[in-house]
């Protein structure tokens, strides 16, 4: 299995600045993502990060709002842009592990008022 | 598409009963299905998956499911519950191909009364 770290853990921001999530895995990998949890939802997919590549967003995501960056195999950032109280939610990096298995991330929690 | 339904929102059950979750699924190939727990201010753990074979698996902390294709269905069962056990379990189901890509159920949120 992988160890995935995310930083930051939490934090409250205000609205109309911007957030970068960093996610580090203590292993290569071909492919990360990021998921959002809105408060009391499931998890929605934002997008697949796949090294020396373009993110391929999911139908409601965009790039312009949610930049990815994945500079190498083990490494990725998710930023939250022009933020409003909407992205209020946590977000989850994971891995495709062996197996078939994503692994998750310990999630950042985003509070923006 | 692939979907995942999670019939139950919330469910209460004792320290010591029997528990059993339920997840169908919508997919038009054999599924990769799996469960993961999520602990309050916590990410997501994997219970256990199902990918082929046995139709029974067993998981981490005395789970296990069954993989029923004719009722589409996972359902997560554990025999005694423990207060640890208080949590939110998510069904998901992963698409065909090299993404692999998860889709979630709504989640159940388990109560144990003690």
């Known amino acids: 299995s992988a160890v995935i770290s995310q930083k930051p853990s939490r934090d409250i921001c205000q609205r109309g600045t911007s957030l970068t999530i960093q996610c580090q895995v203590d292993?290569?990998?071909?492919?990360m993502f990021w998921y959002r949890q809105q408060p009391g939802q499931s998890l929605t997919l934002i997008a697949t990060a796949n090294q020396g590549s373009e993110a391929t967003y999911e139908s409601g995501f965009v790039i312009d709002k949610f930049p990815i960056s994945r500079p190498n195999l083990t490494f990725s950032t998710l930023t939250v842009s022009n933020m409003s109280p909407e992205d209020s939610s946590i977000y989850l990096c994971s891995v495709h592990g062996g197996g078939e298995t994503q692994y998750f991330g310990p999630g950042t929690r985003l509070l923006v008022l | 598409a692939q979907s995942v339904t999670q019939p139950d929102i919330h469910i209460t059950v004792s320290e010591g009963a029997s528990l059993e979750l339920r997840c169908n699924y919508s997919y038009g190939a054999t599924p990769y299905l799996f469960w993961y727990v999520q602990s309050p201010g916590q990410g997501l753990q994997l219970l256990l998956k199902?990918?082929?074979?046995?139709?029974l698996v067993q998981g981490i902390k005395g789970f296990e499911a069954e993989f029923k294709r004719s009722q589409s269905s996972f359902n997560l069962r554990k025999p005694s519950v423990h207060w640890s056990d208080a949590a939110e379990y998510f069904c998901a189901v992963g698409s065909s191909g090299s993404a692999r890509q998860l889709t979630f159920g709504s989640g159940t949120q388990l109560t144990v009364l003690p």
């Open positions: 199902y990918f082929s074979g046995d139709t």
């Open positions: 292993s290569q990998v071909t492919m």
